[in-house]
């Protein structure tokens, strides 16, 4: 993001701390995998009219994958997914179960990451059903997609049905952790005020007292753009169903023209959607003003920028930079021999882990603390800025 949003402009974050997909039966991808037409695997749930498979014997009873626009991730971590489907038989019989293959897409390979618990279908009526899976750690290319295959392990002579969308979502929980950047805007204010009760007493001096007592806190934007697939509708349907989200304020601490670079500061909370307003101008792209109300606490965190210089959450707490020449796997901070890294950004981009010892995989990084280096599996771009904190 660091890449399209940079100087003095503000992007807010979506946070999903166990991602869902949704089985959306009614939309075709396109794309054929182990002979079966792919459907849509998406973090948001059509609510239309219901979409059903009917499979009689053993089998694919369907297949759903990610859209190409999806927010992409470049890692699973091992964990424990759910599933929750809703299914009928036809007729009870012993032996009626499914199972869920979990598999990544890269161009044309399909490559299997795992097998779901198999799980027994008892009822003649639709009811919904739990099953979960075990993943293993899996490095992803940002390109990379995500198949769910629906499979029956029946006979020949007994049908069911795995019912989709309306009032039966199919729903794969993850244990994925992923912010997300929902919109951008050069024109946003993050505010936050100290209601204050009077305290005036005799003692005053003619003089009124205020004590600071509840906090509160806001974030509204004008001329804001969606980014990646999301859009109006979506931020619309967050508001019908009053469903607060974990939003992160980011603000580039440059030197006001764009050339400095002393940093980010992060301001995270839950907060409500209050308020949305659509513009769709002649001949021009379609932007929306947004105004969210904090609720509860907010945290601030990365980089503080003092008039002194720059400050990171105490005096014992210090950050390195670094640009890279093209090619670098490891850079050496000398000063940091025998401290811990506590954060690690490249390009913009928090890295998710890191290491004390071994090699890193993905997007993750190793930092040794007897010698200082700092090692990635993935060679630095040139000009790519990288950015860690020590203590």
Known sequence: ??????GTNIVLYKYDSNKQYYFNGSINQGITVNGFACKELSTEDIIGTSTNFNKTGAGVIASFITDASDPSITEITAGTWSIAAYYSIATAFAGAKVQY????????????LATSDETTLTSLSKIIYNTNMTVTNTVLAITDRIIIEVNYLGTTTNAITLYTQSTNPGITTTNISLGVPFGASTNCTFNTSVDQVEVTT?????????LGSQISWNISADGFIALNDYSY???????????????????????????GTLGYSVFTGLANIVNLDMSGPVEGASTYSVSLQGTGPYTVSGTQVTPTGVVIESSNVTMQQYTAIGGETTITFSTQIGTS????TRGGLEVRTILISGAPTGE???????TGVLT????????????????
Do not use: P
Not at 101 to 112: D, H, N, Q, R, V
Not at 234 to 251: A, C, G, P, S
Not at 377 to 383: C, F, G, H, P, Y
């Open 233 to 259: 509708l979506f931020l619309l349907n967050k508001l019908q169903t009053k469903e607060q989200i974990i939003v992160k304020f980011q603000i580039d601490n440059d030197n006001g023209t764009g050339s």
């Open 1 to 6: 993001m660091a890449s399209v949003i940079n």
């Open 202 to 210: 005799t003692n005053s001096a003619s003089y009124k007292e205020f």
């Open 376 to 391: 990635f599996a993935r060679a630095l771009e040139a000009d790519e800025f990288v950015r860690a904190i020590f203590k």
């Open 101 to 112: 293959k979990l598999y990544k897409y890269a161009g044309s390979t399909a490559t299997l």
């Open 341 to 344: 890294c506590l954060s690690v």
């Open 364 to 370: 993750n990084v190793t930092f040794n603390s007897s």
